[in-house]
Nanobody
């Protein structure tokens, strides 16, 4: 059974950067397209970044130009580089396949953007 473990979150000031990591327990990245989701308090979970092909990507308008998704197939790890962070980026961030596998949701990693 594949498990996804997110890490790298934390508290950062507006304008700062963070890099999130998502480690998979087995190699699924070459088979399934991965994405990063986030859920802010009181809001629905949303997809913010995804792979649409082996190297092509797509981003939500709210993060376009600030977030970058990447992967290391050899390490079974997907990354989310976040820069120019804003308070509205505060959320729990999750990785999952696109569309999401219900049994693949992990604990997520908390990102808090605040001065």
């Amino acid at each position: 059974q594949v498990q996804l473990v997110e890490s790298g979150g934390g508290l950062v000031q507006p304008g700062g950067s963070l890099r999130l990591s998502c480690a998979a327990s087995s190699s699924i990245f070459n088979i399934l397209f991965m994405g990063w989701y986030r859920q802010a308090p009181g809001k629905q979970r949303e997809l913010v970044a995804r792979f649409t092909g082996s190297s092509s990507t797509n981003y939500a308008d709210s993060v376009k130009g600030r977030f970058t998704i990447s992967k290391d197939n050899a390490k079974n790890t997907v990354y989310l580089q976040m820069s120019s962070l804003k308070p509205e980026d505060t959320a729990v961030y999750y990785c999952n396949t696109v569309p999401p596998g219900l049994r693949l949701w992990g604990q997520g990693t908390q990102v808090t953007v605040s001065s």
